[in-house]
């Protein structure tokens, strides 16, 4: 399939890209539109329609009258700017791993006490589905993001669920890259038990010591 890109979307991304990579740094004026224009080859319409995406995601500050200033994004910005990186250094691939194990061991909590029993049955055959992937990279890690997105939405929480959707444009990408937090599939069959059983401890803690184990690994793995 040919996916189309129009050029407000190209401009988008430039700007996007340049303002993350730290070319534009917090507090610096863009360029005037026209300026930008000219520079990018593009017409003023496409310049004013990206600025206005730029600006939804907070990473610009556009006055009428006065210059676009950019913005510091690691303050202003949301998750969707996480999604926007394109690659991420240690600290933000140690960062988003800890959110992710507080943001599981509390979702698998909830979903023992809320889970539906088709929930609680997903569960069961999304554990086994990961133990048989083994020896196959990518189907393990699929079925990994399978599991933790059923333990959310079993979960019932709403944000948790908007959270997991932002994060999902950052990972589904670059699953490859997160290969080295794979281990054996114990935790999981436990987890789903456990969420089965209206067990809400013993759910907590078998996905926290899983995403523990699994952030650690990718801790050693930066480190080598």
Not at 115 to 144: H, I, K, P, S, V
């Amino acid at each position: 399939m040919i996916v189309r890109v129009s050029v407000p979307d190209l401009v988008f991304a430039e700007l996007r890209e340049a303002i993350l990579a730290g070319r534009y740094v917090p507090g610096e004026r863009l360029p005037p539109q026209r300026v930008l224009a000219a520079d990018l080859g593009v017409n003023m319409a496409s310049v004013r329609e990206a600025l206005k995406r730029l600006e939804q995601l907070r990473l610009v500050d556009v006055r009428h009258g006065d210059a676009t200033r950019v913005l510091d994004w690691r303050l202003s910005g949301g998750l969707e700017a996480l999604s926007s990186l394109k690659s991420m250094d240690a600290d933000m691939i140690g960062g988003l791993f800890e959110a992710r194990r507080l943001l599981l061991t509390e979702a698998a909590r909830l979903a023992a006490v809320r889970r539906t029993d088709e929930q609680a049955a997903t569960l069961e055959e999304l554990a086994a589905a990961f133990a048989a992937a083994a020896g196959d990279e990518e189907a393990a890690l699929l079925a990994d993001w399978a599991f933790m997105a059923a333990v959310i939405e079993a979960s019932g929480n709403l944000v948790f669920q908007l959270i997991m959707n932002s994060v999902r444009e950052l990972y589904l990408p670059n699953i490859r890259e997160f290969a080295p937090m794979l281990g054996d599939g114990d935790q999981y069959a436990l987890a789903a038990g456990a969420v089965g059983a209206r067990d809400a401890d013993t759910a907590a803690a078998a996905v926290a010591s899983l995403a523990a184990v699994q952030e650690e690994r990718m801790a050693r793995a930066g480190r080598s």
